[in-house]
């Protein structure tokens, strides 16, 4: 194998332009963020937006329920008026008829059962009428028994600081802070998605224009390959550097601390993750020429990587599990699990080295079989491509 690092550069530099130029790039590099960002904020404000709840009830317990309650949330002024009830009929008639919109039974004996029932016409009860309803509970409980300090203290129970602890010292965490590794798992996992989208259409385009064939009289198949590894990277972590952009203002105005240490290690395993996909998808993506077949054969490649995503409460709280442990040596999940990991726990060392051994290992693997693959795969044009058929060319001599 003869690299040809002035070719490689060149297709590399034409994969960015001709990848940067398409309106898929533009959609899903800054109207798409832009329309989910719109989305979630809009979203936001739309739950809370709501002037007015009638709440029905029939109180058998003797709660001091008031007439009407001014809850304030996200800035929003919401008022609940609370209207009585003796006929637990009529109440449930009423919720059917739209005159109030929940109806609240609080039985004689909650106290020894903590039974409360609601009635709505929906599945799930307006959380403002619940958080209203808990408050007149702990008063009604507390009434007498404790002075206001307590009281206060009860309603709002801890005001927590975390500090994160290690040999080297301790530093305070935030709610934010703490957010940043999921918020990397999920942009590693929107990477490689992305990825191989444009790969997937890049390389089945150029096959069903000719224009691969063309590409192969100017350079071998090897420094192809790299050439447009090396093109779509540029384009991919482009494609991030703009997301992250998107997402910088928050970090500056709510002063997020980021462990320079974390993000380091962080941007290693992503590096190495990003190269082992996207060697893995560039080899086989070269087997197909339509992208029907593509998708139904590459989709387990990328669905493997959800399960570090699906196991991401488990790798959180107990990240020395087993399960964590496993994911951290399986080089499609291992850039999700170890980072995952390293952000509540500090990892042996030995493990962190045993990882990014087999994260090397793997990519050199991977690279050596795309190149196999994309020499067969460039200039093969078989149509409904079966897995059986990928497989004997991957064992082909």
Same mark, same amino acid.
């Given at each position: 194998?003869?690299? $040809?690092?002035?070719?490689?550069?060149?297709?590399?530099?034409?994969?960015?332009?001709?990848?940067?130029?398409?309106?898929?790039?533009?959609?899903?590099?800054?109207?798409?963020?832009?329309?989910?960002?719109? #989305?979630?904020?809009?979203?936001?404000?739309?739950?809370?937006?709501?002037? +007015?709840?009638?709440? =029905?009830?029939?109180?058998?317990?003797?709660?001091?329920?008031?007439?009407?309650?001014?809850?304030?949330?996200?800035?929003?002024?919401?008022?609940?008026?609370?209207?009585?009830?003796?006929?637990?009929?009529?109440?449930?008639?009423?919720?059917?008829?739209?005159?109030?919109?929940?109806?609240?039974?609080?039985?004689?004996?909650?106290? $020894?059962?903590?039974?409360?029932?609601?009635?709505?016409?929906?599945?799930?009860?307006?959380?403002?009428?619940?958080?209203?309803?808990?408050?007149? #509970?702990?008063?009604?409980?507390?009434?007498?028994?404790?002075?206001?300090?307590?009281?206060?203290?009860?309603?709002?129970?801890?005001?927590? +600081?975390?500090? @994160?602890?290690?040999?080297?010292?301790?530093?305070? +965490?935030?709610?934010?802070?703490?957010?940043?590794?999921?918020?990397?798992?999920?942009?590693?996992?929107?990477?490689?998605?992305?990825?191989?989208?444009?790969?997937?259409? @890049?390389?089945?385009?150029?096959?069903?224009?000719?224009?691969?064939?063309?590409? #192969?009289?100017?350079?071998?198949?090897?420094?192809?390959?790299?050439?447009?590894?090396?093109?779509?990277?540029?384009?991919?972590?482009?494609?991030?550097?703009?997301?992250?952009?998107?997402?910088?203002?928050?970090?500056?105005?709510?002063?997020?601390?980021?462990?320079?240490?974390?993000?380091?290690?962080?941007?290693?395993?992503?590096?190495? =993750?990003?190269?082992?996909? &996207?060697?893995?998808?560039?080899?086989?993506?070269?087997?197909?020429?339509?992208?029907? $077949?593509? &998708?139904?054969?590459? @989709?387990?490649?990328?669905?493997?990587?959800?399960?570090?995503?699906?196991?991401?409460?488990?790798?959180?709280?107990?990240?020395?599990?087993?399960?964590?442990?496993?994911?951290?040596?399986?080089?499609?999940?291992?850039?999700?699990?170890?980072?995952?990991?390293?952000?509540?726990?500090?990892?042996?060392?030995? +493990?962190?080295?045993? &990882?990014?051994?087999?994260?090397?290992?793997?990519?050199?693997?991977?690279?050596?079989?795309?190149?196999?693959?994309?020499?067969?795969?460039?200039?093969?044009?078989?149509?409904?491509?079966?897995?059986?058929?990928?497989?004997?060319?991957?064992?082909?001599?």
């Amino acid at each position: 194998m003869k690299l $040809d690092v002035k070719k490689i550069l060149t297709i590399g530099k034409r994969e960015v332009f001709s990848n940067i130029k398409r309106k898929q790039f533009l959609i899903a590099t800054i109207i798409g963020p832009l329309i989910i960002i719109a #989305l979630a904020i809009i979203g936001s404000f739309m739950m809370f937006d709501i002037k +007015e709840i009638k709440v =029905g009830y029939v109180d058998e317990f003797g709660l001091d329920i008031p007439n009407k309650v001014v809850e304030n949330n996200f800035g929003k002024n919401t008022t609940l008026y609370f209207i009585k009830y003796v006929d637990i009929e009529k109440g449930k008639e009423d919720v059917l008829n739209k005159s109030i919109d929940a109806l609240i039974i609080i039985p004689k004996d909650y106290l $020894d059962s903590g039974k409360i029932i609601i009635y709505s016409t929906t599945k799930s009860p307006n959380p403002i009428i619940t958080d209203a309803l808990n408050k007149f #509970l702990l008063k009604k409980l507390l009434k007498g028994k404790v002075d206001n300090k307590t009281y206060n203290r009860v309603i709002n129970p801890m005001n927590l +600081e975390i500090y @994160s602890i290690s040999k080297k010292g301790f530093e305070k +965490e935030t709610f934010l802070s703490q957010l940043l590794p999921i918020g990397f798992v999920f942009l590693l996992y929107m990477a490689i998605s992305s990825l191989s989208g444009i790969i997937v259409s @890049s390389i089945i385009e150029e096959k069903q224009n000719r224009i691969m064939e063309l590409l #192969l009289c100017y350079a071998s198949a090897e420094n192809l390959m790299f050439g447009k590894i090396l093109g779509i990277s540029a384009v991919g972590l482009l494609q991030i550097g703009i997301w992250l952009l998107f997402a910088l203002p928050i970090v500056l105005v709510y002063a997020v601390k980021i462990s320079l240490s974390l993000t380091i290690f962080a941007l290693v395993y992503f590096i190495l =993750g990003y190269l082992f996909y &996207s060697s893995l998808l560039c080899g086989f993506s070269s087997l197909f020429s339509h992208p029907k $077949d593509a &998708s139904q054969l590459m @989709s387990p490649i990328i669905i493997i990587q959800l399960l570090p995503i699906m196991f991401m409460n488990t790798i959180m709280v107990n990240p020395n599990h087993y399960m964590a442990k496993i994911l951290s040596y399986i080089p499609f999940t291992a850039p999700y699990a170890v980072v995952l990991r390293a952000s509540v726990t500090q990892l042996p060392l030995t +493990e962190v080295a045993l &990882s990014t051994a087999i994260m090397l290992v793997s990519i050199v693997i991977s690279f050596v079989l795309s190149i196999k693959l994309f020499k067969i795969g460039v200039l093969l044009y078989e149509e409904n491509l079966t897995l059986k058929r990928v497989i004997k060319i991957i064992f082909k001599k």
